[in-house]
């Protein structure tokens, strides 16, 4: 097969500002891709560096594809604004032929793609398929069945495929889902619950995320949908838009520059955060809080996508809030990202609050945040499970994952604080 070329103009938010130019290579067995500040954006007072990494310079960006990571054939940036697996499951039906990584990323709505960054045609137009416009809440229970019937029949019929498709977006994870309008008109993800769950998925992570509120944790808004049926969907504002613009994101894993998605440790985002965040103390002790209860309430899918930073202006950058928080109850304990290179991926509160000087917390205000923390867990896992309409029996069955082992040792640290 011939090699083939594309180009595309890369631009930023609403004002379509243009940052640079992205090329991208495909011979049929190799993918690659290179990317270039333009002038404009290297010179403009709003100009800032897409990444860490990819500091503004006059040199171009590099990436290509291997076979243990085919979808490093484009830069960090871009992928994080690509479609997940639900979204590439079905843009491969809707779309014929082989798809290289570009045709994933420019197949997504421009209007629900995560982000800031835009792409656009040679007449200046943002590329993307002509979809429906994006759902309004009314539409929820037509595409929950839409969902179960694309996940019955991935080969069903186009007009699932492209409901789904032009709603679906660039959203994290394996589920189904969909991007919807609240009765505001703002972006937000509606997550199906799939016929193939055994335990109320969709309402306990709603209860969990409220629950990250209680204690203190920067959690996504979110809310359980047709809470009366046997198939609620929960519904999880979008934080990457504001009034009349987008807010240019990053996966954690783009943020420190790591090559896949798991492997890496907290400390690592930590010590990109404390160069480059917005009030790094700050932000230090956010992402500190998030590793206290990420254990606390036995989350074990906690990889580098499901953590992810907000462009706040001049370069610096701030921890969006937590989202895909999942308590596992009978799951073996562990962590996606690990504390530190010294306890490794071993979900531990006693290796936690050891790495507190890591995150620049003393160790006396980690025990402080630690015994708050779990208090309110103890008090308040089930009134938050209960109001995400989860059932006595449905609770009872979550119980190991917010009282268990290192809750005990949680709690009898905090005893010996007083």
């Given at each position: 097969m011939s090699k083939t070329t594309r180009r595309v103009r890369v631009v930023l938010g609403e004002r379509l500002r243009p940052v640079g130019e992205l090329v991208f290579e495909a011979d049929g067995r190799r993918q690659a891709s290179m990317f270039r500040y333009a002038d404009e954006w290297r010179s403009a007072s709003e100009g800032f560096a897409i990444a860490p990494d990819m500091p503004l310079s006059e040199s171009p960006f590099h990436a290509s594809a291997s076979r243990e990571r085919p979808r490093s054939a484009i830069l960090g940036p871009f992928g994080d604004g690509a479609p997940d697996s639900w979204g590439r499951g079905l843009l491969r039906k809707a779309l014929p032929g082989a798809l290289t990584e570009l045709d994933y990323l420019l197949a997504v709505d421009d209007e629900t793609r995560q982000g800031a960054l835009r792409y656009l045609d040679d007449d200046g137009r943002p590329l993307a398929r002509v979809y429906p416009p994006v759902p309004r809440l009314s539409a929820l229970d037509e595409l929950r069945r839409l969902a179960g019937a694309a996940e019955d029949n991935p080969t069903g019929g186009v007009s699932i495929r492209d409901m789904l498709v032009g709603s679906a977006s660039s959203l994290g994870g394996a589920r189904p889902k969909a991007n919807v309008r609240d009765l505001s008109g703002d972006l937000a993800i509606a997550k199906f619950t799939s016929d193939r769950d055994t335990m109320?998925?969709?309402?306990?992570?709603?209860?969990?995320?409220?629950?990250?509120?209680?204690?203190?944790?920067?959690?996504?808004?979110?809310?359980?949908?047709?809470?009366?049926?046997?198939?609620?969907?929960?519904?999880?504002?979008?934080?990457?838009?504001?009034?009349?613009?987008?807010?240019?994101?990053?996966?954690?894993?783009?943020?420190?520059?790591?090559?896949?998605?798991?492997?890496?440790?907290?400390?690592?985002?930590?010590?990109?955060?404390?160069?480059?965040?917005?009030?790094?103390?700050?932000?230090?002790?956010?992402?500190?809080?998030?590793?206290?209860?990420?254990i606390l309430v036995s989350n074990n899918d906690d990889h580098l996508k499901n953590h992810g930073l907000l462009h706040a202006g001049g370069g610096r950058w701030v921890l969006s809030p937590a989202f895909d928080i999942n308590p596992q109850p009978s799951r073996h304990r562990h962590l996606e990202t690990g504390i530190s290179e010294l306890s490794g991926h071993a979900a531990s509160i006693e290796a936690a609050v050891d790495a507190a000087p890591f995150f620049d917390i003393e160790r006396d205000a980690a025990v402080a945040m630690l015994s708050g923390m779990v208090t309110t867990i103890d008090e308040r896992w089930q009134e938050c499970c209960g109001e995400a309409g989860m059932t006595a029996r449905e609770i009872e069955r979550y119980e190991p994952a917010f009282d268990h082992a290192e809750s005990r040792i949680a709690r009898r640290i905090a005893r010996g604080r007083r």
């Open positions: 109320p998925v969709e309402r306990v992570e709603v209860a969990t995320l409220a629950l990250a509120r209680a204690a203190g944790v920067n959690a996504a808004q979110a809310r359980i949908e047709l809470g009366a049926t046997d198939k609620p969907v929960a519904l999880i504002k979008r934080f990457d838009r504001t009034a009349g613009d987008r807010i240019h994101y990053l996966s954690a894993q783009s943020f420190i520059g790591a090559g896949a998605a798991t492997g890496a440790y907290y400390t690592d985002i930590a010590d990109v955060l404390r160069a480059h965040a917005f009030d790094p103390a700050a932000q230090l002790t956010e992402l500190y809080r998030r590793v206290l209860f990420t």
